[in-house]
C-alpha cells in the first residue's frame, strides 16, 4: 500500500530545519545560489525509496537566502533528506551542487545514519545513501528544570565521554555507552563531589571519519570531534535513535544531573565539520552554502584553507556561518538546558574571513553579550592547529580558557624541574600575570593537568613516550612533548618504590590542582587511576584503552578517596575560590595578608633560586568560619626541614600530607591533631597542607 501523498503549501524560511505544528512540518534550509531543490520524504531510518519527493518552486518556494515549504498533514515519525541543483564551477566560486546527492538538513534535530558509508559519500558523482533527518515534535516536560547559575569560583569541573564512561562491561548498566548509562552513574559524581560535568561531544559526529590506515584496523572515530549535525544529538549515545527520541533522552539525562545538582558543559566543534577537505564527503554544508560556510583559497576555491588539521575551516565570521552558531548555541540553552560551553580549536573563531585574526571577532562578541547566553559557561581552547595562541588574550571578557600554561608549569615542577618556584606561584595564584592586565579574574584560568588529549594522569607519571601503535599511524599521532616522568621505570613494573612513587605523584598533581585559584577540571578517570597504557591519542580506541575500567574504583580506592576528599577540603575553603586576585595584602577584618609567600626559610620565597624545587605559602581565611592555611609544596627529591608560621592564638593542624599513607594523607577536622613542633619535615616530592585553628601557638 502507498503511502499517502501529502499536500503542500509555500511554508516560511523560519525557523530552519524541520518545525512540527498541529497542521503539518514547515521545512526550511538556506542556500543562496541554488536553482532547484527537492525535499525527499521516507517512511523510516532504513527505507530504500521516499514515498514522496516534492520539488519546490524557486518564485513560492524560496525567499532570500532560504528554501522552504510545508507539507500539510505530515507528523513526527518521517524522515527525510534534501536534493540541491545548482552551479559547479568549483575552482572559480566554490559552488558544489550536485543534484545526485542527497543531504543531511543542517538544522537536524534528530539523524540517523544507518545507511551512511563516509567512503562512498567521498566519491565524484555521489548518490550514495546519506544519512537523514527525523521529523521530531518539540514537546518535553522539564518538571521545572532550568539551567544552574552556581558561582564560576565553585565551579569544578569532571571532563568525560558519554560512550566511554559506561561502555565497560564492569559499568554494570542497562543501557552502556548511552545518556541513560550515564543517568545510572550519577550517584558516583554526586559522591565525588563535582560541579559540573564536561562532555566530550555529544553534537552528532561521523564515526567513519578517521585516516585510511585507522580504518582498516576496524576503529572508528570515538572521540567525536568530527561534528556534522550541531542541532541534534549524537544517535550512538541513544537508546532508540531510530525512533527519534535523541533530544528526549539527552534532555533526561540533563534534568538529571541537575537533580543532583550537577550542571552540563558541551564541548563543541564549531572550527571545522565532518565534511573535510577536497576529498571529504558532501554532508550537508558543502551541497548547500559550500563557498560561504568554509574558509577557501581565493584563487583555487576547490581548495580548502586548513586551519584545523582536519581538512575545512568555518568560515565562523561571515554573518550566515556567525548566526548559524549562535543560533545553535542558544538553542542547546533553551531547548536542552545546558550550562555551558568549552569551544574546541576556539582561536579559529578569532580568525576574518581572509583567514587572519581579528581584533574583535563578531562570532565571539555576539557569544559573550547574547542574552540567551548570559549566565552560561563559555570556555575557549585558546588556540588552533595553524599556530594561533591565544592563551591570556583570546578576544572577549568573560571567556574562561583551558590554561595551557597552567598545565605545562605545573607538570614541570612536580616532576622535579628547578627553578620553577616562581612561574608555580603564579599559576597556584590563578594566573594573574595572564588574566589581571586585561581586567579578568580568576575564574577565567580552566586549570588542567591532564585532559582528554593526552596521558592520562597515571600514564603521565608512569611513561616518558607515547605508545601509540594501536591507532594504526606508526606511533606519529599524538604529542611528543608530554613533560611527563615515568618515576624510572617505563610502564608496568611490579616494583614496589616505584609504584609508590607514583601514587604519591597523582596525589601530588590533584592537592597542587584542587589548591589553586581559578577553575579546576579533573580528567573522568583520573582519580581512579585509569591507565591507556601510554597511549596519548586515543581518538580512535572505542574499547577497553578508551572505556573506564569500574574495578579500578575498589583497586584504586585510596586515591578516589583521597581526590574525594581533596574536592571536599577546597569546597570547605573560600580562601581558594576567590573572586579577585590575590594581592599580599591584608584585607578588611584579617590579622594575616591574603597571601604570604615562602621557600626553604618562612617570607622568603626563592624567586630567583634557579635550583628551587620547594615552595610554600600561607593563605588568610576570607570567612569567619574558615581556617588560614599553610601549604607545602616539596618537589625536590630529598625532604626538606622548614618552619610553619608563629601566629598568636593560633594551632596548625596537619590536614594533607602525600607522603603518607591512606587514611593519613588526607584528614578530616575531626581527626586532625594540633601540630606540636613549629619545625615541620617534608618528604621528597610531597604536598603538606595545614589548617589554623584558636590554640596555642
Excluded at 525535499?39 to 518556494?61: G, H, K, M, W
Excluded at 521530531?136 to 568525560?160: C, M
Excluded at 598545565?407 to 589581571?436: H, I, K, W
Excluded at 626559610?601 to 581565611?621: F, K
Aim: charged residues 25%; aromatic residues 10%.
Amino acid at each position: 500500500m502507498m503511502p499517502i501523498q501529502y499536500a503542500t503549501r509555500p511554508g516560511s524560511r523560519y525557523p530552519g530545519g524541520a518545525t512540527v505544528d498541529s497542521g503539518g512540518v514547515n521545512f526550511a534550509v538556506f542556500s543562496r545560489n541554488a536553482t532547484a531543490m527537492e525535499l525527499l520524504l521516507y517512511e523510516s531510518a532504513d527505507c530504500p525509496e521516499p514515498f514522496q519527493v516534492i520539488r519546490l518552486d524557486p518564485e513560492t518556494n524560496r525567499t532570500f537566502f532560504s528554501w522552504h515549504v510545508y507539507v500539510e498533514g505530515l507528523t513526527a515519525g518521517a524522515h527525510y533528506t534534501w536534493r540541491v541543483d545548482g552551479p559547479d564551477d568549483t575552482k572559480r566560486s566554490g559552488r558544489r551542487f550536485d543534484r545526485t546527492r542527497e543531504l543531511l538538513d543542517p538544522w537536524a534535530a534528530a539523524v540517523t545514519d544507518r545507511l551512511w558509508n563516509r567512503n562512498r559519500a567521498c566519491l565524484n558523482g555521489g548518490g550514495a545513501p546519506s544519512m537523514r533527518a527525523a521529523v521530531v515534535s518539540g514537546g518535553y516536560d522539564w518538571e521545572g528544570d532550568r539551567p544552574l547559575e552556581s558561582p564560576s569560583e565553585s565551579t569544578i569541573i569532571y571532563e568525560l565521554h558519554v560512550g566511554g564512561f559506561t561502555r565497560h562491561p564492569s559499568s554494570k548498566v542497562a543501557h552502556p555507552g548511552t545518556f541513560r548509562g550515564l543517568i545510572e552513574k550519577i550517584p558516583y559524581l554526586k559522591d565525588l563531589g563535582i560541579t559540573h560535568v564536561e562532555l566530550m561531544p555529544v553534537m552528532a559526529f561521523d564515526e567513519q571519519d578517521l585516516p585510511e590506515s585507522v580504518a582498516a584496523l576496524g576503529l572508528k572515530n570515538f572521540w567525536g570531534y568530527s561534528t556534522h549535525s550541531f542541532y541534534g544529538p549524537h544517535p550512538g549515545y541513544c537508546v532508540t535513535p531510530e525512533a527519534g527520541t535523541h533530544a528526549h533522552e539527552f534532555r533526561d539525562m540533563v534534568k538529571a544531573l541537575h537533580r543532583a545538582g550537577i550542571g552540563v558543559i558541551l564541548d563543541v566543534v564549531f572550527n571545522h565539520t565532518a565534511e573535510g577537505g577536497a576529498r571529504g564527503p558532501v554532508i550537508n554544508f558543502k551541497g548547500f552554502v559550500n563557498e560561504l560556510f568554509y574558509h577557501l583559497e581565493p584563487n583555487d576555491r576547490s581548495v580548502y584553507r586548513d586551519y584545523t588539521g582536519c581538512g575545512n575551516t568555518v568560515n565562523c565570521n561571515h554573518p550566515l556561518p556567525a548566526r548559524f552558531i549562535i543560533r545553535c548555541l542558544e538553542g542547546w540553552v533553551r531547548e536542552m538546558h545546558v550550562d555551558g560551553f568549552r569551544f574546541d580549536l576556539a582561536s579559529v573563531m578569532a580568525r576574518g574571513e581572509d583567514g587572519n585574526p581579528m581584533r574583535h571577532p563578531p562570532v565571539l562578541w555576539n557569544i559573550e553579550f547574547s542574552d540567551v547566553l548570559l549566565n552560561t559557561r563559555i570556555i575557549a581552547e585558546a588556540w588552533d592547529a595553524a599556530g594561533l595562541y591565544q592563551v591570556g588574550t583570546f578576544p572577549g571578557l568573560r571567556w574562561a580558557e583551558w590554561n595551557g600554561r597552567y598545565r605545562d608549569v605545573m607538570r614541570r615542577f612536580v616532576r622535579g624541574e628547578p627553578g620553577l618556584a616562581g612561574q608555580a606561584a603564579t599559576n597556584l595564584s590563578g594566573s594573574s600575570d595572564l588574566y589581571q592586565p586585561l581586567d579578568r579574574l580568576p575564574t577565567n584560568s580552566i586549570n588542567f593537568i591532564t585532559c582528554h588529549d593526552g596521558f592520562t594522569l597515571n600514564d603521565l607519571v608512569s611513561f616518558n613516550d607515547k605508545h601509540n601503535d594501536a591507532n594504526g599511524e606508526n606511533n606519529r599521532d599524538g604529542s611528543n612533548d608530554n613533560l611527563s616522568w615515568n618515576c624510572g621505570v617505563e610502564g608496568d613494573t611490579d616494583d614496589p618504590q616505584v609504584l609508590a612513587l607514583r601514587r604519591r605523584q597523582v596525589k601530588n598533581y590533584m592537592a597542587i590542582l584542587l589548591l589553586s585559584q581559578g577553575v579546576p577540571m579533573i580528567l573522568a578517570g583520573d582519580e581512579v587511576l585509569r591507565t591507556q597504557r601510554g597511549n596519548n591519542n586515543c581518538y580512535c580506541q572505542d574499547n577497553e584503552l578508551g572505556w573506564l575500567d569500574w574495578t579500578l574504583m575498589e583497586k584504586n580506592r585510596d586515591v578516589l578517596r583521597f581526590v574525594r576528599e581533596m574536592i571536599a577540603f577546597r569546597k570547605r575553603h573560600p580562601c581558594l575560590m576567590r573572586t579577585r586576585f590575590l594581592t599580599g595584602r591584608k584585607q578588611p577584618g584579617r590579622s594575616l595578608p591574603d597571601v604570604s609567600w615562602h621557600g626553604i626559610r618562612l617570607n622568603e620565597p626563592p624567586w630567583s633560586d634557579p635550583d628551587a624545587r620547594t615552595l610554600a605559602c600561607t593563605l588568610s581565611a576570607t570567612e569567619d568560619h574558615e581556617e588560614d592555611l599553610h601549604v607545602i609544596l616539596n618537589m625536590a627529591s630529598d625532604p626538606v626541614s622548614l618552619d610553619l608560621p608563629e601566629i598568636a592564638g593560633l594551632s596548625w593542624h596537619r590536614a594533607v600530607d602525600t607522603w603518607l599513607p591512606s587514611p593519613e594523607d588526607i584528614l578530616r577536622v575531626p581527626d586532625q591533631l594540633p601540630v606540636r613542633d613549629h619545625r615541620i619535615l617534608a618528604h621528597a616530592r610531597c604536598v603538606m597542607v595545614f589548617e589554623g585553628r584558636p590554640g596555642r601557638s
